[in-house]
């Protein structure tokens, strides 16, 4: 039996655990799942007979070790900044790594000591990165291969509700962690090249920044700046296009209304607030606004933010409880960001029964034989309950695919690296489609910049 040992059993590994358990036995594979929380592990999980489940905390040195040197290959779903650990054990013992999560600097200093090891650390083969580094590559590749010259590539995602449980004003829902929704943006200018120009947006016009998009049979959406779009314009071969801009997906209202939380302060992190434990919804929010002897937090509010009574953005606000001088925020010592994930949670956690929904979008423009032409590709993914999000699937797949091709040799460049290669995206993009994740190509004319899509 060949071991793979998967790290973490998050929100993100319904969909890893099914497809390694349904293959194990064909694949003569042993599961062994290393959580701190393995009471939250489903049943039907536990009980495989290829599967085994242990009680692990990741700081616990003699433990993780064991397990690592008894594995064949590693599968780390921890959060991102846990990888090295595990990574180090993996060049200790010589076993190949896969995770959905960005390369750090830190990891990337072990590549050469991986490659001289014949290891394979495979990392951003996710969704947000990984299914659209996958996608674009394979684009790319093609449009290269016929004599073409890419122009513009513009990339947006986007974790959402889908239609039939969007049941709040904002219309959006927590499809994964919602700490990083809260600091979405934060740490830096968003950068990217537009018609060869450079361009930067600080966090406190981010929102306020945003590219409209329309999706066949979803309708419209919008689009704000990722923090570094220039990451990739190297590892793509994209030094020469004129535009080069990713994003994150919204529907439409969403950035102006997120816009209030990030002007009043609520998404900073830099800070904790005295004395937040007990504190109600409403002071938190009186917290950031002047005082008055004589106006409701309400009115303070309104004026502070120039928001009028009949504003959608004032019904949004309402929603969430912000006035409520009786729900409690039961954190002590927290910082603004804490506490209005709390609030956030309150209202936005998945139902039961809730569906979310994946929306990913690629605009290609490139010149062939002295013509520029324009691709537009989108891929649309919706979950099917709390559990098996679409977010899961299109998160955990890739890295159980990749993990398996791995293991299999069809994957054989050693190295920390990214799936920007064909031996890579060809077999697991063919493989997603089987499981409904699949673009639909749009060829278009050819605008560069479109002066329809406007910055509002």
């Known amino acids: ?169 904002w219309n959006y829902k927590f499809t994964w962690n919602p700490r990083n929704v809260v600091l979405a943006g934060q740490g830096g200018a968003a950068k990217f090249i537009q018609e060869g120009t450079y361009k930067y947006i600080p966090y406190h016009r981010l929102f306020r920044r945003t590219e409209f998009f329309d999706i066949e049979d979803y309708g419209r959406f919008e689009g704000y700046a990722n923090r570094d779009s220039l990451k990739y314009r190297e590892a793509y071969g994209l030094q020469d296009a004129l535009t080069l801009y990713r994003g994150t997906l919204r529907r439409v209202g969403f950035s102006k209304a997120w816009n209030l939380f990030v002007q009043l302060g609520m998404t900073d992190d830099s800070y904790n607030i005295e004395n937040s434990e007990e504190m109600s919804y409403r002071d938190f929010t009186n917290l950031f606004l002047p005082y008055s002897p004589t106006d409701s937090v309400e009115l303070k509010l309104r004026h502070y933010l120039k928001i009028d009574q009949d504003d959608i953005m004032w019904e949004k606000l309402l929603e969430l409880d912000l006035f409520d001088p009786e729900k409690k925020i039961p954190l002590s010592n927290a910082s603004p960001a804490q506490i209005l994930q709390y609030i956030l949670e309150d209202s936005w956690s998945l139902d039961n029964d809730d569906k979310d929904m994946i929306v990913m979008y690629h605009k290609f423009g490139y010149e062939l034989d002295g013509q520029k032409h324009q691709i537009d590709s989108n891929m649309v993914v919706t979950g099917e309950n709390r559990t098996h999000t679409a977010m899961a699937k299109t998160v955990g797949l890739p890295v159980a695919m990749a993990t398996l091709a791995i293991l299999n040799g069809k994957i054989t460049s050693p190295g920390v690296q990214i799936p920007l290669q064909s031996e890579v995206y060809e077999p697991i993009l063919a493989e997603l489609k089987q499981y409904g994740i699949s673009f639909k190509e749009y060829e278009v004319p050819y605008l560069g910049y479109n002066p329809e899509t406007y910055f509002v």
């Open 1 to 169: 039996m060949r071991k793979i040992l998967v790290l973490g059993a998050g929100k993100s590994t319904s969909y890893l655990l099914d497809y390694f358990l349904e293959k194990s036995t064909a694949e003569q594979l042993e599961i062994t799942i290393g959580d701190l929380r393995p009471d939250l592990i489903p049943e039907q999980i536990k009980d495989h007979s290829n599967c085994e489940v242990i009680k692990l905390d990741i700081f616990d040195d003699a433990s993780r070790k064991e397990l690592v040197q008894k594995s064949t290959i590693v599968v780390s779903m921890l959060p991102a900044h846990l990888h090295l650990v595990v990574a180090k054990d993996c060049l200790q013992f010589n076993k190949h790594l896969v995770t959905a999560s960005y390369v750090s600097p830190e990891l990337k200093e072990l590549s050469q000591e991986v490659k001289n090891k014949g290891l394979i650390f495979m990392n951003e083969i996710g969704l947000d990165p990984g299914i659209d580094h996958m996608s674009a590559m394979q684009v790319i590749d093609r449009i290269r291969n016929h004599g073409g010259k890419i122009l513009l590539f513009e990339s947006f995602t986007g974790g959402l509700v889908a239609p039939e449980s969007d049941t709040n004003l």
